[in-house]
């Protein structure tokens, strides 16, 4: 670039002429500041290769400066003043917000890693295709630009033929440019669409494995809205990622391109001025720019929480018809709606004045200092003196001073400049979407923060606390390792024949412990009976033994998820047919492999006595919302029906008959049993002891009992219990009155 604007401009004759013509147009100055003018008019003339290769290299070191403050600013860590917080340290040392940092350069390499599978993949290839195209458009409007200066020149001096020809071209070019352009916004669009699937993709392949989906919600406080995550903010960060890089690329290619044929034409001391403008102006919108990327991180959470406010009253919406807590339920999402409402209203508010200011910096006073630039060599021509132009071989100086020249120099330069300005401008806005790039990053990040954390079985949930500290109390739990019991991890032990726990505490995740060390062994054959008031951790058990929760302590012996199947009082109901729902999770093709068949099925519902639905519904190929077609005791049927399909050798019936009659009852119990069912119930009907041989009696204040159980016998020490209770009640009422007789008797 400076040997293409260096050459000796000035030498001794010249120095002369312009000190003439100088003398000529500033007259009337004052003989002092003439003198000034001349000397740094010789300084310059002496000294312009100088000049022009020390703004080169200031240039190059304003570069190596701000890579070099880019490198540290990706190798900096955050500070936070919540970075020691001692229960979620990963999430507390980040809770300032989203930031251009290293932990954000690190997230977004983590993020493109997945996005970007392999060095050669189809969405490389599409990068490099989107690259290729962007190359080409940026040099199309290189050449658009010189063709519009020369098609206004042909106008001006009134050259008919060339002017057309001009036309003709313009219009050949329109061809590939807007072909081009299509291509490009295609070309977008279908990297955000690859990165939002193979995001998507690696996501539901944690989320989905195992019992995670169960434990992100019910163990962890650190993720309150999965579904939004994966199906909200997973999108906007892949269309932000595949828009930055076209808003990064091409602008940057543009000013690059733009600003080396401003510098053959204006002179590098131009379009230095120019870039030191422009630098100041950035600077200053840097500092009052508004901190985006906390603002939409901040966003999403809101989101996040009104999303799942509606989710959870669909979720529950005939409990809360039935209480009539419509009010209630509206207050809750009504809080949440305004909070967003409130931060939306910020967020617009700050985008409005400074959009005002961005746009005003952008779009007219840099424009204003570009049209300055590119006027300055048309004047310069207006100087007294013509030899100037003759003795000029290079520089900021046209060359010939014929109209049509001029205006075709100032036309290009004005496109060039103006296209730099606007590359320019999308390199600022581009700024704007990193750091809101950012926010998503780090929503979507954190989401496979805590996948891997559960999937490895380490939880952060908030500590209830008095709740806790009560029970640890009531259990006589003195030492302090031993409070954190959450913490702590037992032993999984596999088996094929029983189902043993061994001093294995019953605690749930916010750290309450119902029971301080749980022991007993279920054998098949042996059903258990399992009682006790609400709270107590008959729930709890059933979700460490079914692997919903972890093993706390102890050791837990137990056959495989296969083996053990979960009967709850609500039973689940997918959508899909009517046979979904007896062979659930099991697919058709799953099931005529094991050679069962419509008719295998239709004898099941015949044992819960609801072989009429199949009829009443229209066919086992029926689809609908069964949750709302089918009344409580049919969906209580159709769960044992599915029991029945599957035939595991473990059952834990979760008072899974409420709904039903104490016959239909009697003959699905009988059932199970004569199919080698081994049960574990929790029930308090007393018709249903008759079918269990042992009984697990929790006591409420973390105590239990483990023992056989003779329901009849059983039944006779409850009937006296309360045969004795009645009779004790009738005593005090005999002794309340005898006392109030004392003392009507003392009175007269």
Same mark, same amino acid.
């Given at each position: ?358 746009? %005003? &910096? ?5 424009? /204003? !200092?570009?049209?300055? +630039?590119? #006027? $300055? ?81 380490? %939880? &952060? ?5 008095? /709740? !806790?500290?009560?029970? +640890?109390? #009531? $259990? ?273």
């Amino acid at each position: 670039m400076v040997a293409a604007l260096n050459g000796d401009l000035f030498v001794g004759a010249f120095t002369k002429r312009v000190q003439n013509a100088l003398f000529k147009q500033v007259h009337g100055f004052k003989q002092r500041q003439l003198v000034a003018l001349t000397r740094l008019v010789f300084f310059y003339a002496k000294y312009q290769k100088h000049i022009k290769r020390s703004i080169v290299l200031l240039i190059c070191a304003a570069l190596i400066e701000r890579l070099h403050k880019m490198g540290r600013l990706m190798t900096s860590p955050r500070v936070s003043a919540n970075a020691g917080a001692a229960n979620e340290p990963d999430k507390q040392a980040r809770r300032g917000g989203a930031q251009l940092d290293k932990q954000f350069f690190d997230n977004l390499r983590r993020l493109v890693a997945i996005a970007i599978p392999r060095a050669v993949c189809r969405e490389s290839a599409m990068l490099a295709a989107h690259t290729l195209l962007l190359v080409f458009r940026t040099f199309l409007s290189v050449a658009v630009a010189a063709l519009d200066g020369q098609i206004v020149s042909a106008l001006v001096r009134l050259r008919g033929h060339e002017f057309l020809w001009g036309i003709v071209r313009w219009m050949g070019m329109a061809v590939p440019a807007t072909l081009t352009n299509s291509l490009l916004t295609y070309l977008q669009a279908a990297l955000a669409i690859r990165f939002r699937q193979n995001l998507t993709e690696h996501v539901h392949k944690k989320y989905l494995h195992g019992n995670t989906y169960y434990a992100v919600g019910n163990l962890d406080d650190r993720v309150r809205n999965a579904d939004q995550l994966i199906s909200v903010d997973i999108r906007k960060f892949s269309d932000s990622l595949a828009e930055l890089y076209s808003n990064l690329a091409k602008p940057t290619l543009d000013a690059f391109v733009y600003n080396v044929q401003l510098a053959r034409s204006l002179g590098v001391e131009s379009l230095f001025g120019i870039m030191l403008v422009i630098q100041m102006s950035m600077g200053m919108l840097r500092v009052l720019a508004p901190p985006f990327g906390q603002l939409v991180a901040q966003e999403q959470r809101l989101e996040g929480e009104f999303h799942f406010a509606h989710s959870r009253l669909i979720e529950h919406a005939e409990e809360v018809a039935l209480y009539r807590g419509h009010e209630a339920e509206k207050r809750s999402i009504t809080r949440r709606y305004m909070r967003l409402v409130r931060h939306v209203s910020r967020v617009v508010r700050l985008n409005v004045f400074y959009g005002m200011l961005e746009d %005003f &910096v952008v779009k007219y006073f840099w424009g /204003a !200092a570009g049209l300055v +630039a590119c #006027a $300055a060599p048309v004047f310069a021509q207006r100087i007294p003196g013509a030899t100037i132009a003759a003795a000029i071989e290079s520089g900021t100086v046209a060359q010939s001073s014929d109209l049509g020249t001029r205006t075709r120099d100032f036309i290009t330069n004005r496109r060039l400049l103006l296209s730099g300005s606007d590359a320019l401008g999308r390199m600022m806005y581009s700024y704007k979407e990193i750091v809101e790039l950012a926010g998503y990053t780090e929503r979507v990040t954190d989401l496979l923060t805590v996948l891997d954390d559960v999937h490895e079985g380490r %939880f &952060v949930k908030t500590k209830v606390g008095t /709740a !806790a500290a009560a029970a +640890a109390a #009531a $259990a006589k739990i003195t030492d302090a390792h031993e409070t954190d019991i959450v913490s702590q991890r037992g032993r999984l032990i596999e088996s094929t024949d029983d189902v043993e726990f061994i001093n294995v505490p019953i605690v749930s995740p916010n750290g309450d412990v119902l029971v301080r060390s749980l022991s007993f062994r279920v054998t098949p054959g042996r059903h258990l009976l399992i009682v006790g008031p609400n709270g107590c951790g008959k729930s709890s058990m059933f979700r460490i033994l079914g692997g919903l929760w972890p093993v706390y302590g102890g050791t837990l012996r137990k056959p495989t998820m296969s083996q053990i199947f979960y009967i709850p009082q609500r039973p689940y109901l997918p959508i899909g047919t009517l046979r979904d729902q007896l062979i659930y999770p099991d697919s058709a093709a799953e099931m005529q492999a094991k050679g069962v068949t419509d008719a295998d099925l239709l004898s099941i519902l015949d044992v819960v006595q609801l072989q009429h639905i199949v009829e009443r519904e229209g066919s086992w190929d029926a689809v609908k919302l069964w949750k709302d077609a089918l009344s409580g005791g049919d969906k209580q049927r159709i769960a044992m029906a599915r029991l029945f399909y599957h035939r595991p050798r473990f059952a834990i019936m979760d008072e899974c008959t409420s709904a039903v009659s104490m016959d239909i009852e009697k003959t699905m119990y009988t059932h199970a049993t004569d199919l080698g069912i081994t049960l574990l119930t929790v029930s308090h009907r007393q018709s249903l002891w008759q079918y269990h041989n042992y009984i697990l009696q929790y006591d409420g204040q973390g105590g239990y009992v483990f023992s056989k159980l003779d329901p009849e016998r059983r039944i006779q020490l409850i009937e006296e219990k309360q045969l004795i209770e009645q009779e004790l009640a009738s005593i005090k009422d005999m002794e309340s009155r005898l006392h109030d007789l004392e003392l009507q008797a003392a009175t007269y």
